[in-house]
Nanobody, 126 residues
Framework: QVRLVESGGGLVQAGGSLRLSCATS????????MAWFRQAPGKEREFVAA????????YYADSVKGRFTISKDNAENTVTLQMNSLKPEDTAVYYC???????????????????WGQGTQVTVSS
């Protein structure tokens, strides 16, 4: 059974930092592409960052580029999202996602991912 469990969310002031973690189980993690998405109230779920199965290739939404860093620990089966210089518009529920398909897919779309965590709330106050 595949499980993705996010942690590390919370309340932070604008300009602050948070580090999100996603602990996984039941996956062949070393061959799984991972990503973070977020969803603000009343909005669609949107892409934040993705990382290839090797950890060697990363992708970022323009809105977070230069502020967020995604990383993958294949020994610990975890993926993290370091978020710096947070802004109020970063407020959302953040979801971890896993893509186990060997066929390359668009890393930025929800439909490319097979498994999702339950999400962790990030709130940035102004």
């Amino acid at each position: 059974q595949v499980r993705l469990v996010e942690s590390g969310g919370g309340l932070v002031q604008a300009g602050g930092s948070l580090r999100l973690s996603c602990a996984t189980s039941g996956l062949t993690f070393t061959s799984t592409n991972m990503a973070w998405f977020r969803q603000a109230p009343g909005k669609e779920r949107e892409f934040v960052a993705a990382i290839s199965w090797t950890g060697g290739i990363t992708y970022y939404a323009d809105s977070v580029k230069g502020r967020f860093t995604i990383s993958k620990d294949n020994a610990e089966n975890t993926v993290t999202l370091q978020m710096n210089s947070l802004k109020p518009e970063d407020t959302a529920v953040y979801y971890c996602a896993a893509d186990t398909d060997i066929i390359p897919r668009d890393r930025t779309v929800v439909s490319s991912y097979d498994y999702w965590g339950q999400g962790t709330q990030v709130t940035v106050s102004s």
